[in-house]
C-alpha cells in the first residue's frame, strides 16, 4: 500500500502509516473507527496530536525540567528494554536443541485419553429401559436417537463427537469412561435426565509426537534458554559493576 500523506499540519505530513499505527494501537476498539466517519475521526485525532506538538514547541516546553526529568526516565527505561530485547534477538534454537528438549521432558507432552460416544435422553428411567429393549431387539441405537431422544445430537443419531475427561457431567463421565468400545450402557441419572451411552470409540492416553507438540517445544525451550541468558547476565554485569543493595 502507498504510504501517502493523508494531512500537513505546520509543515509537518501525517502519513497513511500513521493512521495504521493508531489504528494498532487501539486492538479491539479499531472496530468502532470503520469506514470514512471512522476514518475521519481518527484523522481529526492525528491532526490535533501534530497541533499539541507544534503548540509544545513555540512555547518550548522541550526545555522544561519536568519534561527533561520524564525524558530521562523515558530514556532510561526505554534502553533497558531495549537492550533485553537485543540480548533476547540473539537466542537461536536448532533442531537438534528442540529434538533434545522433548526427549529430556517427554513425558511432559500427553495426549489425554479421549473418547467417542453417542447418546439418547430421556426424561424417565422407565422411558431409557424401554427403549434398551427396543434396542436389544434390534433396533439401531442411532435410530433409537433419532425417533425418542430429546437431545439436539438426535438429528445425528445422537452422536457427541470426540471429547476427553471434564467435559461432560461426572455421572455421565464416570459411566462412558468405564465402559468397552462398542457397549451401550443402562439409563445414567444426570441432571438433564436418563442417558443410555452408547461407546463407539476409545484413544488411550499416549505420549505426544514431537511433530504434535513442535510449537510448544519451541516455546519452552526458548524461555529456558531466555532464563538461562538472563541470568547469565545479571551474574556478569554484576561482577562488572559494582551493586549495593541497601
Request: aromatic content about 8%.
Amino acid at each position: 500500500m502507498e504510504n501517502k500523506t493523508i494531512a500537513i499540519v505546520n509543515g509537518n505530513e501525517i502519513k497513511e502509516s500513521d493512521l495504521q499505527a493508531l489504528m494498532k494501537n487501539l486492538g479491539q476498539n479499531a472496530a468502532y473507527f470503520q469506514g470514512p466517519e471512522g476514518r475521519k475521526k481518527l484523522v481529526d485525532e492525528l491532526v490535533m496530536h501534530e497541533l499539541m506538538y507544534s503548540d509544545a514547541l513555540e512555547k518550548g516546553l522541550e526545555n522544561d525540567e519536568e519534561f527533561i526529568e520524564v525524558m530521562e526516565n523515558m530514556k532510561k527505561s526505554m534502553l533497558q528494554q531495549y537492550n533485553l530485547r537485543k540480548m533476547f534477538n540473539q537466542i537461536t534454537l536448532s533442531d537438534e536443541e528442540l529434538k533434545e528438549y522433548y526427549e529430556k521432558h517427554k513425558d511432559t507432552y500427553v495426549t489425554q485419553e479421549m473418547v467417542k460416544a453417542s447418546h439418547i435422553l430421556v426424561d424417565s428411567e422407565e422411558k431409557a429401559t424401554e427403549i434398551l429393549e427396543d434396542i436389544t431387539d434390534g433396533l439401531s441405537f442411532e435410530d433409537a436417537a433419532k425417533e425418542f431422544s430429546s437431545c439436539p445430537s438426535k438429528e445425528a443419531g445422537g452422536a457427541l463427537g470426540q471429547f476427553g475427561k471434564g467435559q461432560m457431567v461426572p455421572e455421565f463421565e464416570d459411566a462412558v469412561f468405564a465402559m468397552q468400545a462398542g457397549e451401550i450402557s443402562g439409563p445414567v441419572k444426570t441432571q438433564f435426565g436418563y442417558h443410555l451411552i452408547k461407546l463407539t470409540e476409545r484413544t488411550l492416553e499416549r505420549n505426544s509426537s514431537f511433530e504434535e507438540v513442535v510449537q510448544e517445544v519451541k516455546d519452552s525451550c526458548f524461555m529456558e534458554k531466555q532464563e538461562k541468558v538472563y541470568n547469565d547476565k545479571k551474574s556478569e554485569l554484576s561482577k562488572k559493576y559494582k551493586v549495593q543493595i541497601i
